[in-house]
Nanobody
Framework: QVQLAESGGGLVQAGGSLRLSCAAS????????MGWFRQAPGKEREWVSY???????NYSNSVRGRFTISRDNAKKMVYLQMDSLKLEDTAVYYC???????????????????WGQGTQVTVSS
């Protein structure tokens, strides 16, 4: 059974930085794909970034150049370094894992079969 646990959320001023962490349990990690999503109040969950088992990464246009995703396979961890935070980055951030070899796009929620509980990120002015 895979479990994902996010941490690192909090309150930060606009322009500041936060680093989110996601700890994964379960036997498989190295060859799985990991993603970050977020959901703001009253809005749908949106994809933020993913990192494939190969290490290749991708970002949504709204965070490209400001956020950096990385992983540590030995520790079964994935990180999201968030810099130059904006008010509109305020949301609950979710870590997700895909163990599917040929699944839906990793830029969509359907591309993942495991989810964490989320961590709140609040950016203030």
């Amino acid at each position: 059974q895979v479990q994902l646990a996010e941490s690192g959320g909090g309150l930060v001023q606009a322009g500041g930085s936060l680093r989110l962490s996601c700890a994964a349990s379960g036997r498989a990690f190295t060859n799985t794909h990991m993603g970050w999503f977020r959901q703001a109040p009253g809005k749908e969950r949106e994809w933020v970034s993913y990192i494939r088992g190969s290490g290749s990464t991708n970002y949504s246009n709204s965070v490209r150049g400001r956020f950096t995703i990385s992983r540590d396979n030995a520790k079964k961890m994935v990180y999201l370094q968030m810099d130059s935070l904006k008010l509109e980055d305020t949301a609950v951030y979710y870590c997700a894992q895909s163990t599917m070899a040929f699944g839906p796009s990793l830029a969509s929620s359907s591309g993942y079969n495991y989810w964490g509980q989320g961590t709140q990120v609040t950016v203030s002015s």
